[in-house]
């Protein structure tokens, strides 16, 4: 079976090592050790000021909302993982949705200044697939209308625009560390921020508000992540420069092997990649199904995703129909990528895609 994705296991000796010095310490979580190291390293690999790990990317956009009091409502994107959305209606915000550019499938700064309302605090663009947002005219926007940004960058991991992290851009950029990520910590994800006294208020926000053994300054709520998980992030992150290598072999073969008329993504000009994902655009919806089918057939599971678009959810609240984003999610499909999948493998997927078109 070929799934669309393969959690990465590093290696074994070196997990064993950590867990042994874990039952040695016997300090399982609440910021141990191992939480600390993996902060510190993360935060030089990724070139950020401020990262508090937590115990997923769902968390950490929520954590992300009351740290910035965002209220009222929130201008998003529906082209996203449904956790964009529900994680702002959880928090009491409506999600207002602004249409994407079917290029680049991000939301397009365009249609987010005619989706602000009186009651809007707040812009929750996502980095699709890892491609960067216009961060340069959400910046704009955001400020002639006095909005927080939070960037949900569950799929940039490592993605740099300009020369630089593009997880410093906005107020605040959401990671998930699932296992399914690029980088993972089996459950995990994580907060950045410049801002030190945000960083400050969110470490408070994440542990019940506790700031001493006999003080409590505010409500928080638990997000902390264990031990054994900062250890498998340790073990991921020393392995990240063979899955980086792994993952661009397979992206470039796609790349030069792909049957002519299937879409890419328009990746952003000033940018890395980080090779997370292979989605491509089918011309019908018909022609997707017909080919998911066949792939199924032969046990090779690529993933609808985003499927189906979030402004048709109907606990979303949205009253306004959003019909790029319904026509990229009818139509895109996520191939199989991970280091593991073989030349031999994606031959198969090759063929089966090309029958079809
Ligand atoms: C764009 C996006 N946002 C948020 C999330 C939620 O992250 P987690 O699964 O770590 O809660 C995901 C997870 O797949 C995602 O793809």
Redesign the pocket.
């Known amino acids: 079976m070929i799934n669309v994705t393969k959690a990465y296991l590093p290696d074994k000796e070196k997990l064993f090592g950590y867990i042994n010095k874990i039952y040695e310490s016997g300090w399982l979580t609440n910021n141990g050790q191992f939480c600390k190291q993996l902060e510190t390293r993360l935060k030089d690999f990724l070139g950020v000021k401020n990262l508090i790990l937590v115990s997923?990317?769902?968390?950490?956009?929520q954590v992300a909302y009351k740290a910035l009091n965002v209220t009222g409502s929130a201008v998003t994107t529906p082209f996203?993982?449904v956790?964009?959305a529900s994680?702002l209606l959880w928090e009491g915000i409506s999600p207002v949705f602004a249409d994407i550019n079917p290029l680049t499938w991000n939301l397009a700064p365009e249609n987010i200044e005619k989706a602000i309302k009186a009651d809007t605090s707040a812009i929750v663009p996502?980095h699709?697939f890892g491609n960067p947002c216009d961060v340069e005219a959400i910046q704009k926007i955001a400020q002639k209308n006095d909005l927080k940004v939070i960037y949900?960058g569950?799929?940039a991991f490592g993605v740099k625009y300009k020369g630089e992290s593009i997880l410093n851009w906005g107020d605040v950029t959401?990671l998930?560390?699932?296992a399914?990520?690029l980088f993972h910590t089996i459950?995990?994800?994580a907060i950045i921020t410049s801002d030190d006294e945000l960083a400050r208020k969110i470490r408070l926000l994440i542990n019940f508000g506790i700031t001493g053994p006999e003080t409590i300054e505010c409500v928080g709520i638990n997000c902390k992540i264990n031990e054994f998980q900062a250890a498998m992030g340790l073990c991921v992150l020393d392995e990240m420069e063979e899955i980086a290598t792994s993952r661009k072999k397979v992206w470039d073969y796609y790349r030069s092997n792909l049957p002519a008329n299937l879409v890419m993504q328009q990746w952003n000009l000033h940018s890395s990649q980080n090779y997370h994902y292979y989605p491509v655009l089918f011309e019908s919806e018909s022609t997707l199904k017909k080919t998911q089918r066949a792939f199924n057939n032969e046990q090779i599971f690529p993933r609808r995703y985003f499927y189906p678009s979030l402004d048709s959810l109907k606990f979303s609240g949205n009253t306004s129909n959003m019909p790029l984003s319904q026509d990229i999610s009818r139509r895109i499909l996520c191939l199989p990528i991970f280091p593991e999948l073989t030349t031999q493998e994606q031959q198969q997927i090759l063929k089966i895609l090309s029958a079809y078109q």
């Open positions: 997923n990317g769902t968390l950490a956009l996203s993982f956790a964009t994680s996502v699709v949900d569950a799929h959401t998930s560390f699932h399914t990520k459950e995990g994800g």
